[in-house]
C-alpha cells in the first residue's frame, strides 16, 4: 500500500507565493514520474508540472517562468514552488506518483489528497 500526503496550500493574494509539499510513504520500490495537477471549479484536471526520476522537468504553458517543481529523492517527495501567482491558479492541486511497490512490482499511478490554494485579494 502506498500513500502520497501533501501540504502546503492556503489562501494568497495576488502576486504572493506558495510551496507545496508531497511525500510518498508505504510499500515502494521505484518511484518513477512525479508531479503535480489542478482542478478549478467546473474544469477539467489539468497537469501543472512533471518531473522524472532523473530530474527532467516539464511545466504547463500557462506556468512557465512562475512554477517550480523539484523533488528529493532520497525523501520520496516532490515539491512545487508558485511564484507571482495569480487568481486563476486557484484549484485544488494533487500530486501524483507514478510507483512500483516492493509487494508484487506493479506499477500504478498514485494520488494525493488534493490541497486547496485561493489566490485572491
Known amino acids: 500500500q502506498v500513500q502520497l500526503v501533501e501540504s502546503g496550500g492556503g489562501l494568497v493574494v495576488p502576486g504572493g507565493s506558495l510551496r507545496l509539499s508531497c511525500a510518498a510513504s508505504g510499500s515502494i520500490f521505484t518511484i518513477y514520474n512525479m508531479g503535480w495537477y489542478r482542478q478549478a471549479p467546473g474544469k477539467q484536471r489539468e497537469l501543472v508540472a512533471r518531473v522524472t526520476s532523473s530530474g527532467s522537468t516539464n511545466l504547463a504553458d500557462s506556468v512557465i517562468g512562475r512554477f517550480t517543481i523539484s523533488r528529493d529523492n532520497a525523501k520520496n517527495a516532490v515539491y512545487l514552488q508558485m511564484n507571482s501567482l495569480k487568481p486563476e491558479d486557484t484549484a485544488v492541486y494533487y500530486c501524483?506518483?507514478?510507483?512500483?511497490?516492493?509487494?508484487?512490482?506493479?506499477?500504478?499511478?498514485?494520488w494525493g489528497q488534493g490541497t486547496q490554494v485561493t489566490v485572491s485579494s
Open positions: 501524483y506518483a507514478a510507483i512500483s511497490t516492493d509487494i508484487d512490482y506493479s506499477l500504478a499511478d498514485y
